[in-house]
């Protein structure tokens, strides 16, 4: 695996040529790290579900770099989803289309529905059209981590997470620290209506204004409390709880104006929203390094990208 520099052309260039060979290349986006791999390719998609230990029925985001690039990928781009396209990519929202047939049963896990995302990171912008220079369709890429676990937001936590699973010719592009620090939002459209699988910074209020908001499905609306309810996802190897009184030996991640007790070990102290977000998976990965007993959390009150960041935590406090 080599590690090397997103900002150069040159290690653009090297990046993508990779991917056109069908080895895999990990990149920077504004939400998290993702692990890429050339989406017309079968092998390298499967190593992508190897390399993540990923159940094959889970479908894999395409990320393109414009909307004229969508067409190969979809059956029909009805006109509700390219104004979502329009106002919000490049951008933290994955919408999901029928599939046309380059979107194969390896890449959807069988469904006949594709996500397709434009990231608006530049390096990934710059990779993605190089790709596409090259004569590629589009990169699958989910996000850079173990199934189940934290999704990385810098170059180092990709490699430390997946450094050695990845072989000599596989790249990571290092890019610094994601922007937003959480996945993007997923939009699937009903009829021009917007079911939204997974909150994120594209808000249900921002999507609202273009195409009604029916249904969110996110840990917010579960009693994620209940044993088994659902799998625990986005979780570090050390115990979540969620506004539990923190004790000696916990790690805590918590609003800058929550004080941190005697001898509890501070994670994060984010002083907005956005910073929350941005955050959050280093300090859950912080924990770990730590050796912490536990990790308390103080999930953020209110709506925007909050409920986002709730989905988050209470899904890796869940008991699987
Ligand atoms: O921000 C992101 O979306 C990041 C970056 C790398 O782009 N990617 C990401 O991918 O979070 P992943 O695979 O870790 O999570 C994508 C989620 C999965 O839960 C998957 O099941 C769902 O999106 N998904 C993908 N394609 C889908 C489809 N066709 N229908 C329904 N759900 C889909
Ligand atoms: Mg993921």
Redesign the pocket.
């Known amino acids: 695996m080599q590690l090397i520099s997103g900002s150069s052309k040159y290690g653009i260039k090297k990046a993508a040529r990779a991917l056109k060979s069908g080895h895999l290349v990990a990149f920077p ?1 504004e ?4 692990l890429g791999g050339d989406a017309t390719n079968q092998s390298a998609v499967e190593r992508i579900f190897q390399v993540k230990s990923r159940p094959r029925d ?4 395409v ?1 393109i770099s414009s909307i004229e690039q969508a067409a190969y990928w979809v059956a029909e781009f009805p006109s509700y989803a390219l104004t979502l396209a329009e106002q919000f990519w490049p951008g ?1 929202m ?1 919408l ?1 289309f029928k599939r046309s047939e380059i979107a194969k049963d390896f890449l ?2 069988k ?1 006949e ?3 397709l ?1 434009i ?1 608006s990171n530049l390096i990934a912008l710059d990779l993605l059209s190089e790709f596409e220079k090259m004569g590629g369709m589009g990169v699958a ?4 981590n173990k199934f189940g676990a934290v ?1 990385p937001t810098t170059a180092l936590a990709v490699k430390e997470e997946l450094g050695n699973l990845l072989c000599a010719q596989d790249i990571i592009l290092n890019g610094g620290a994601s922007l937003i620090g959480i ?2 939002t ?1 939009i ?1 459209l009903e009829e021009g209506k917007s079911v939204i ?2 909150p ?1 910074a594209i808000t249900e209020k921002m999507i609202n204004k273009i195409s009604k908001v029916i249904s969110i499905q996110s840990s917010n609306n579960r009693d994620f409390r209940v044993s088994g309810s659902f799998g625990s996802h986005y979780a570090p190897k050390t115990r979540v709880f969620l506004n539990l009184v923190p004790q000696t030996g916990d790690g805590m991640i918590a609003d800058s104006k929550i004080e941190t007790p005697h001898g509890v070990i501070r994670l994060c102290s984010p002083e907005t929203v956005e910073d929350y977000a941005r955050d959050l998976y280093a300090s859950f990965r912080l924990g770990d390094k730590l050796k912490v007993n536990r990790i308390i959390a103080f999930p953020p009150k209110g709506n925007g990208l909050a409920i986002a960041i709730r989905d988050r935590i209470e899904r890796s406090s869940s008991i699987t």
């Open positions: 986006t939400t998290v790290y993702g889970h479908p894999i985001i990320h933290p994955t999901i959807t896990g469904q529905f594709v996500g995302r990231p890429a989910p996000s850079a999704s996945e993007s997923i699937k699988l997974r994120g």
